[in-house]
């Protein structure tokens, strides 16, 4: 019998990344509600998934009010409306599927694992990553020993300079005070990672990083507040909308169809409500002149047990959006990146072995496949009946990678200081965090 699901929040993640999969594999999941507070959304997957009137709602708080509707609630709604209702839901019986990050609020997070162990429910964080087989093949590499024990770790985050514009200058994470720091809203994905393939636990942490470009500064002359506007600069403008949106190979409506990321201006994205869109909504704002505050660069150091380093790098300014991966042990080392899906093993002394990730698998969807992985697993495990708390990535495992993004964020505000994160989380009262 297939699991039951409702899905709160039907933007690009939760229409698109996981809400499918019960079109592919109707055996397996059924959508029974949705919510959203744009009703075209809600009229929409009403329609694609076949539910009644009475089982579509205008926002989380609407159907988290009501008797359970599903074995299972996908909270994809935006990062401060994870927690608040997700505390109802559990004690409603729901288990979770829940957007990352968490929560901005180290209370809430710790709020949140609460309820979920008095509750016996599953809360399996979309850290997706985990799940991909370029990912897991490294874990495979690192536990079976073949770089000896490993030591130093380096991971780059390549954000893209056109996902920088989008996502956090024009975008729904562009202001921390709003969402979340960029540290835990873009790496907590990293930071996990980096935990996850080191199995050792964080000691302690410093970072820097600021906003250097995305602002009213470094506007170029004769820049205008939207890009649509005559503006002088567009023809020279890389981050110009209607390049972006439009005629981009990657990522304009002219060639992607209504995928990613002219999905998120539009439910049907054509070249003319795409184009409206630009005029009049927050797509079309110069990437010199939004209310953006979140950082565009930004490096974190890690010691974790055993004298075990890591760092990680998160950069807005690269021309393409990808992860790089090193890991140094003390027999050999390990180089990858998911822009060409190969892993490098090379064991001192010995010629370097190259695993293409794409003989692995052919499931090179949403993540590397890791969304549609992250949604089968979840499945298995409220099917199958396992015990609260063993899914891959559970609340129990995220927690430690959100600690380091909120360690790492008050790191930064600090000017680097070195934050010691066992004394950090213990002394330390929930405010900003």
């Not at 004298?307 to 890991?327: E, Y």
């Not at 009946?385 to 899914?391: D, F, I, L, S, V």
Request: hydrophobic share 35%; glycine share 8%.
């Amino acid at each position: 019998m297939a699991v039951t699901v409702a899905v709160a929040g039907l933007g690009s993640r939760g229409r698109r990344a996981y809400a499918p999969y019960a079109l592919d594999f109707p055996q397996e999941m059924q959508v029974t509600a949705v919510a959203d507070i744009l009703p075209e959304r809600v009229e929409e997957a009403a329609k694609t998934f076949g539910i009644p009137p009475d089982r579509c709602f205008p926002s989380v708080e609407a159907l988290v009010a009501q008797e359970r509707l599903a074995d299972i609630l996908f909270l994809c709604t935006p990062d401060r409306v994870h927690v608040p209702p997700a505390i109802p839901a559990l004690r409603k019986g729901y288990h979770l599927l829940l957007e990352k990050p968490i929560s901005p609020s180290e209370g809430e997070c710790e709020e949140i694992l609460r309820v979920a162990e008095e509750e016996k429910r599953h809360v399996v964080v979309c850290h997706v990553l985990r799940y991909t087989a370029f990912y897991q093949k490294i874990k495979e590499l690192i536990q079976s020993g073949a770089i000896g024990d490993p030591v130093t770790f380096q991971a780059v985050e390549n954000v893209g300079y056109y996902h920088q514009a989008h996502s956090f200058v024009r975008g729904n994470w562009r202001n921390s005070e709003e969402t979340s720091p960029m540290i835990l809203q873009k790496c907590c994905h990293d930071m996990d990672i980096l935990l996850w393939l080191a199995d050792k636990h964080l000691r302690r942490v410093s970072s820097y990083g600021t906003l250097m470009h995305f602002r009213p500064a470094c506007a170029p002359a004769g820049a205008a507040k939207r890009c649509l506007d005559g503006c002088a600069a567009k023809d020279q403008c890389p981050y110009d909308a209607e390049k972006i949106y439009i005629t981009d190979e990657e990522t304009g409506v002219r060639h992607v169809g209504d995928d990613w990321p002219v999905d998120v201006l539009a439910l049907h994205p054509t070249e003319e409500s795409v184009m409206e869109a630009l005029r009049t909504g927050p797509y079309g704002r110069c990437v010199y002149h939004c209310d953006n505050n979140v950082v565009d660069h930004q490096v974190v150091n890690l010691e974790l047990d055993g004298g075990v380093t890591a760092s990680l790098t998160m950069s807005a300014f690269t021309s393409r959006q990808f992860r790089q991966l090193k890991v140094m042990g003390t027999l050999g080392d390990i180089s990858a990146d998911t822009d060409t899906n190969l892993i490098t093993l090379t064991r001192f002394g010995r010629e370097p072995e190259v695993i293409d990730v794409r003989t692995l698998t052919d499931d090179f969807s949403g993540h590397g496949g890791g969304d549609r992985r992250l949604v089968r697993e979840t499945l298995r495990l409220v099917s199958g009946g396992e015990a609260p708390g063993t899914a891959l990535t559970s609340l129990e495992a995220s927690i430690e990678s959100h600690r380091a993004c909120f360690a790492a964020e008050y790191s930064r505000l600090r000017g680097g200081e070195s934050v010691d994160v066992e004394a950090f989380f213990r002394t330390a009262g929930d405010s900003t965090r």
